[in-house]
């Protein structure tokens, strides 16, 4: 008897629908890097995780523009990271979406 895998479901930030996680692409949040004295090397960058693989804290979007807008209006990446996100890095992000797809 084959046992059946269980597929990881993830919630869009964007139409709030429940996906396959792999169907979804990840925007994550990098850690702060610090060195040894305790002083901040690297700040956090907001970018798109099109590999599911990189370090932070995350949240994921469908494919589409759409839900990069909806997540944008209503500000869910920014409360699920718990910090403001300049227009710039939702450009970028959107240029991504639409070069990938």
Do not use: H, W
């Not at 949240?59 to 910090?83: G, N, P, Q, V, W």
């Amino acid at each position: 008897m084959v046992k059946q895998r269980k597929i990881p479901l993830r919630k869009c930030s964007g139409c709030g629908a429940m996906k396959p996680k792999k169907e979804l692409v990840r925007v994550v949040k990098s850690p702060l890097i610090f060195n040894e004295n305790g002083d901040i090397v690297s700040k956090s960058e907001i970018s798109l995780d099109l590999t599911g693989k990189k370090a932070g804290r995350g949240a994921y979007l469908c494919r589409s523009a759409d839900c990069l807008k909806l997540a944008r209006k209503s500000r869910r990446i920014e409360k699920s990271f718990e910090c403001s996100i300049p227009d710039s890095i939702y450009e970028e992000m959107e240029k991504e979406l639409l070069s990938d797809g």
